[in-house]
């Protein structure tokens, strides 16, 4: 009797080893810098998200004028994948407004744009563009709300 014990506690113990020991799923392809904005109490706040090859990074967020009350403020986080989704927590903070919270994100990666829902709220949604060349070359023709192009050759108005 006190050796089917000792095996059945040997054979957890195992298991318990092998689980804690497996491998995170691979976040890898969400590595870089992502800039947009996300939905929470305080309105559409601007977000700047860092995540590294091993899945740890930085969520920096900001108020967007004329979109929220949105004060500063940045915190660690931690990326995983899970069910087919990129999560991403909040793990401490680096300068915290004094009522906020960390949200949590949990989306899809469609090419180079990160989008889904906060804190799994139907309502609160984000949209995050990794900041790659193409990216920047959009962000710099933007001015007062409008896109602005150059052509190197003439043209008709048409």
Partial sequence: MKKGIVLSALLFLLVLCTVSMAAPADVSPLAGTYEGWYYANQGQTGLTLTVNEDGTGVF???????RSNAEDGSYTIKATL????YVIKGDEWIEKPSTYVFVTLKGTLNKDVYTGLVD???NWE???NKNNSSYQEVVDSVYQNHSYKVFDESMTWQ
Avoid at 60 to 66: A, D, H, R, S, T
Avoid at 82 to 85: A, K, S, V
């Fill in 82 to 85: 899970e069910n087919g989704n």
């Fill in 120 to 122: 799994g709220n139907k």
């Fill in 126 to 128: 984000f949209v995050l």
């Fill in 60 to 66: 920096e967020f900001y108020n967007m004028p004329g």
